[in-house]
């Protein structure tokens, strides 16, 4: 059903759960190294492959890291906690089960305010928080000799054991309700707040491709919003911003249509897939009490001390939504402006070129111009560009004092794409700099004239504006490296033309 239509005929409510790995250097419960793309099942212990005779022990800085988030949530951190077993069956966890928290997690409440653009401007929408809590990752399981690398079809699966262990911070919302036709628009943008602040606090790299912040999507439709929730779908580890939003247009589409004729709603988890936007259903969604969860034995509880809790208060950084703040007031950038930056992840880059001395609106164009027009072309996003925010800096200082033109600019920066160096080395290995000896140019215009005698005469009749034409032929015989204007300017007292104004 198209997406507009379903919008007229139900009301969205949204759920999302958020997975944060931590970025320590150990695992949850024991020493092992965290470090990510290490050989299959190297990074395993006793401890963390569950054999006999093991026991675990909490690693602090991860509980530092879940009360800063929590902290920076608006959340109430709790005076105790502790952690569950939460029992299930599959290989991907070799003891079968995962040292979760259930009942009694870290931190409960909280709400994370997030901007979404829409046509009369932009609005802010505040996701409220169920909880936070301190669980340890699963391994990763692939399998092998299907055609689509789900369990279906393959011949067999191989384990990597090495993410088994890894800290993991699960944020829960509580239902999104309110949102309509916004609703995809709106978990986008709260996981990428989320990105965001979990950045700013330095406790993950959050890098959704490599599965350190993925997202699961739940997602009901009901006929009004006065309606009781309808039966919501769970799409599972969604690891990139463009693909939450889709799942959730899709999820919107999918039960809408089921619901229109006549059908019903299964609960259950689905996978999602990016190369055709669509989801597939996964298993029957387990009710948390299938998990048969009871407290884990061999952990004390956890009772952060309420002087802990302040002194680590005391470390958070300036929050994302308040250094955006700040930054619009420096910058004098309309919301409209800001927002670019931010959807386009260029908000970080752009701040570090104006620390190295560019202006905002230089640094804004160049970042959201030339180098996010680069940046699609490779697929990758603005920020993971191989080129510095201080190179950026420094070619708008060459263009600024008129060493470089605009089009010799964009071959510096194709040159430090392609690994020739810095931006200064880029210019001597390519002979890039402009040409600024006026008896060379003058040269170049005298040939020019020589060659292009009707031209001449038009110009000298009065048709000044034919002078593009034989300024066009200076910058070709200066391989594009000369001032035009100035080239115009020197053009026309040569011709003797008079300049108005």
């Known amino acids: 059903m198209p997406f507009d239509e379903a919008m007229s005929r139900f009301d969205p409510v949204l759920g999302l759960e958020v997975h944060v790995e931590l970025g320590t250097a150990t695992k949850m419960f024991c020493g092992c190294p965290t470090a990510f793309g290490a050989a ?54 070799p003891k079968d089960y995962q040292i979760s928290q259930y009942d009694e997690p870290i931190a409960v409440g909280g709400w994370l305010d997030v901007a979404v653009p829409t046509d009369e401007g932009v609005r802010t929408f505040r996701v409220q928080i169920e909880r936070a809590h301190m669980e340890e990752d699963t391994g990763k399981t692939s399998h092998q000799g299907g055609e689509t690398g789900r369990i279906q079809g393959a011949d067999y699966s191989l384990v990597d054991y090495n993410r088994a262990g890894i800290p993991l911070i699960e944020i829960v919302t509580k239902p999104i309700e309110g949102i309509g036709a916004l609703a995809p628009a709106v978990a986008k943008a709260y996981v990428a707040e989320l990105r965001s602040l979990v950045q700013a606090l330095g406790v993950s790299d959050a890098h959704m491709h490599q599965g350190s912040l993925r997202c699961d999507v739940n997602l009901s439709i009901r006929p009004s919003p006065d309606a009781p929730l309808g039966t919501r779908s769970e799409t599972k580890n969604v690891n990139s911003l463009r693909s939450v939003e889709r799942a959730v247009r899709y999820e919107v589409q999918r039960q809408a249509a089921l619901l229109a004729a006549g059908g019903r709603v299964v609960q259950e988890t689905r996978h999602w897939h990016e190369d055709t936007g669509l989801t597939t259903p996964g298993r029957s969604k387990e009710q948390a009490e299938d998990y048969r969860y009871f407290p884990e034995p061999d952990l004390v509880p956890v009772a952060p001390s309420r002087e802990w809790v302040e002194e680590l208060r005391g470390t958070l950084p300036e929050l994302p939504s308040v250094r955006r703040q700040r930054l619009q007031a420096e910058w004098g950038m309309s919301d409209f402006e800001l927002q670019n930056l931010v959807n386009a992840g260029a908000l970080g880059v752009v ?119 034989l300024v066009g032929a200076v910058m070709k015989a200066t391989r594009g490296q000369a001032d035009a204007a100035k080239v115009r300017t020197l053009l026309l007292e040569r011709l003797g033309v008079e300049l108005s104004g």
Not at 57 to 79: F, Q, Y
Not at 377 to 390: K, N
């Open 351 to 469: 701040e570090a070129t104006v620390a190295d001395g560019a202006s905002p609106a230089a640094a804004r164009n160049w970042w959201l111009g030339e180098l996010s027009r680069l940046a699609n072309e490779r697929g990758v996003e603005v920020a993971e560009l191989p080129i510095f925010p201080a190179d950026v800096a420094r070619i708008i200082a060459l263009v600024d004092d008129g060493s470089l033109t605009d089009k010799l600019a964009r071959q510096v920066v194709a040159g430090v794409l392609a690994g020739e160096g810095s931006p200064d080395e880029v210019i001597a290995a390519r002979g890039l700099q402009v040409v600024s000896d006026d008896s060379a140019l003058l040269e170049a215009i005298d040939a020019a004239v020589a060659a292009d005698p009707d031209v001449v005469e038009k110009i000298r009749g009065g048709k000044v504006q034919a002078a593009g034409v």
């Open 40 to 93: 299959p099942n190297t990074q395993t212990c006793p401890t963390c492959l569950g054999l006999p005779g093991s026991l675990p022990v909490v690693n602090r800085v991860a509980v530092e890291s879940a009360i800063r988030i929590g902290l920076a949530l608006n959340s109430e951190i709790v005076e105790w906690c502790r952690f569950a077993r939460k029992n299930y069956f599959y290989p991907d966890m």
